[in-house]
């Protein structure tokens, strides 16, 4: 296994002023002024509580560039591989998006790229491909949570060019791996079989963000998985043939999506920490999976699921560059990089549970053009996606063994299991 990473660069920090902000985001799939961010914070935890932790989320400054801080980083990912891999391992299914549903397909580059030439992404190319869905946390489909979207761009159990993991809304409640773990403290502590979600109160009260990006990223009872915008976040480094520096960050739509599904109303809002499913909705735990299904075979011979996979892609401005553009909760502006397609992916089959077990997503793939950035300390915004680099086989090696053992037995009916 070869990982590309490209240098990470020494950006200067960005602005010293840690203010943290619902970002303004249109998307024609959303209704406008839906998110209300901020004012949910307000009315959850007060004004005062707003001028205290109000510019506690992310870090500022950024630390600089040293031993000590590299060395933190390496504890963190260790400290996250043996958090994941041992849960893993328990469990014998993946750490996290653990009830999902996976489909194959195939994916068709487009025949007229508005994006510069480049060596992977050439016009019509195709690839069969996987794609899975999966609740992020918890097992119950109508509970309020991040929904996943991983996608293989091979039809194989690993080998791939290039395989993405990525989760609905376009910033989340996380930002680099020191407040991914903070964040992941706060779920594993909760116990919502009793009503308590007050570990998660907590967290959101101190980080804002935590809030706010669970506002933007987490669905309540969508109707379906394919109803739902999927987004890297993370940013990569994209090489086209004429060699310019850029970076990338990608998306899935479906294909002809008027109003995205599942985004919480106001009375959620104010209270994001509590995931519970809305007390009439009375589908089952696996409804959404069960409409996955049935929704790819409901045209026989047509493919049943189409999505749109684009990338939002920046020229690198070495003399304006800061950190902040690797912040994946700071938008880049639409208008000045605007979303571009990149390929049409359609989905005609769906898996049995014993293959979508065995398939290992791994941020590592990275074909020649596209490559992940190495990360200086936990705090860098690119500690994300380098630490999922290296946690994610640490899962995966934990579930194969746990298999090889014994086959976990089905996800059972209990919505809140996770901490098992
Ligand atoms: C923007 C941030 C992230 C996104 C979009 C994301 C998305 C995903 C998705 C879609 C999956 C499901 C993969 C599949 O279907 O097989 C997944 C699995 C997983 N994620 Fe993440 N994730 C993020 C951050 C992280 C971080 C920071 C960690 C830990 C350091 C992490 C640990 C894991 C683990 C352990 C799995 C299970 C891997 C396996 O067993 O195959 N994720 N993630």
Redesign the pocket.
């Known amino acids: 296994m070869t990982l590309r990473f490209a240098d990470p660069a020494h950006l200067p920090p960005g602005s010293p002023d840690g203010a943290v902000g619902a970002p303004q985001f249109e998307d024609p799939t959303q209704p406008p002024g839906w998110n209300k961010g901020i004012d949910a914070y307000k009315a959850a935890f007060g004004e005062e509580a707003w001028a205290t932790y109000g510019k506690a989320s992310y870090p500022r400054p950024l630390p600089e560039d040293s031993p000590a801080m590299r060395a933190a980083l390496a504890e963190l990912v260790d400290a996250?591989r043996v958090a994941?891999g041992s849960k893993?391992l328990r469990i014998r299914r993946?750490?996290?998006?653990t009830a999902?549903i996976m489909a194959r397909g195939k994916i068709t580059v487009v025949s007229q790229p508005a994006f510069p030439e480049h060596p992977f992404f050439t016009p019509g190319r195709t690839f069969p491909c996987r794609l899975?869905h999966?609740n992020?946390s918890f097992y119950d489909d109508a509970a309020a949570v991040v929904r996943?979207?991983?996608l293989k761009f091979a039809d194989s159990d690993f080998q791939s060019p290039l395989d993405m993991?990525?989760?609905s809304g376009p910033i989340?409640a996380?930002w680099n791996?020191e407040s991914?773990m903070y964040f992941v403290n706060a779920r594993v502590n909760v116990n919502p079989q009793e009503g308590d979600w007050e570990s998660q109160r907590e967290w959101m009260l101190k980080r804002p963000m935590g809030l706010i990006g669970t506002i933007s990223s987490a669905r309540i009872g969508p109707s379906s998985f394919a109803e739902i915008n999927y987004y890297?976040?993370?940013v990569f480094r994209f090489e086209a043939k004429d060699g310019e520096p850029r970076y990338v960050k990608f998306r899935v739509r479906p294909v002809g999506l008027e109003t995205e599904s599942g985004l919480l109303p106001y009375e959620n809002q104010i209270a994001a920490w509590d995931q519970s499913r809305a007390a009439d909705d009375k589908r089952p735990l696996d409804y959404l999976r069960q409409e996955f299904r049935r929704r790819v075979y409901r045209s026989p011979g047509k493919p049943g699921v189409e999505y749109t996979l684009q990338m939002q892609l920046r020229d690198a401005d070495p003399a304006n560059d800061t950190q902040e553009l690797l912040n994946?909760n700071q938008l880049w502006d639409q208008a000045t990089w605007p979303w571009l397609d990149v390929a049409h992916i359609q989905l005609d089959e769906v898996f049995p549970d014993e293959v979508t077990r065995k398939?290992?997503?791994w941020l590592g793939h990275q074909p020649e053009g596209l490559s992940l950035i190495g990360a200086l300390s936990p705090l860098d915004y690119r500690s994300?996606a380098y630490?999922?680099a290296f946690?994610?086989p640490?899962?995966?090696l934990s579930?194969a063994l746990g298999t090889e053992l014994e086959p976990p037995p089905p996800l059972g009916h209990d919505p809140w299991k996770i901490n098992d």
């Open positions: 996250a994941f893993a993946r750490a996290t998006h999902g899975r999966a992020a996943g979207c991983s993991a990525m989760n989340g996380f791996l991914f890297t976040k993370v994946m398939t290992r997503v994300l630490a999922r946690v994610y640490a899962s995966q579930r």
